[in-house]
Nanobody
Framework: QVHLVESGGGLVQPGESLRLSCTAS????????MAWHRQAPGNLRELVAGISNGGSTNIADSVRGRFTISRDNDRNTVYLQMNNLKFEDTGVYYCYAEILSGSWNDYWGQGTQVTVSS
């Protein structure tokens, strides 16, 4: 069984920073792509940033220049450094990973709330 556990969400003011972490654990033989998605109230879930196991990244236009995604392959962990947060960054942030555990499957974390408010 595989689990993704996120941490690092919280309440911040505009312009402040947060760092999200997500660690995959369980019967893992390999990890391919990892990513962060977010969902604001009333909106569809959207991709924020993705990273391959080789380190290539894909960043959404709305956060490019403010957010950075990275990973530690030895720890099966992906990070999202969020700087200069804006009101519109508020939402539930979900970790995603493509993991080999018997077969390749998609896994999601439970989500962590990020609220940007003054």
């Amino acid at each position: 069984q595989v689990h993704l556990v996120e941490s690092g969400g919280g309440l911040v003011q505009p312009g402040e920073s947060l760092r999200l972490s997500c660690t995959a654990s369980g019967n893992i033989a390999g990890v391919s792509a990892m990513a962060w998605h977010r969902q604001a109230p009333g909106n569809l879930r959207e991709l924020v940033a993705g990273i391959s196991n080789g380190g290539s990244t894909n960043i959404a236009d709305s956060v490019r220049g403010r957010f950075t995604i990275s990973r530690d392959n030895d720890r099966n962990t992906v990070y999202l450094q969020m700087n200069n947060l804006k009101f519109e960054d508020t939402g539930v942030y979900y970790c995603y990973a493509e993991i080999l555990s018997g077969s390749w499957n998609d896994y999601w974390g439970q989500g962590t709330q990020v609220t940007v408010s003054s």
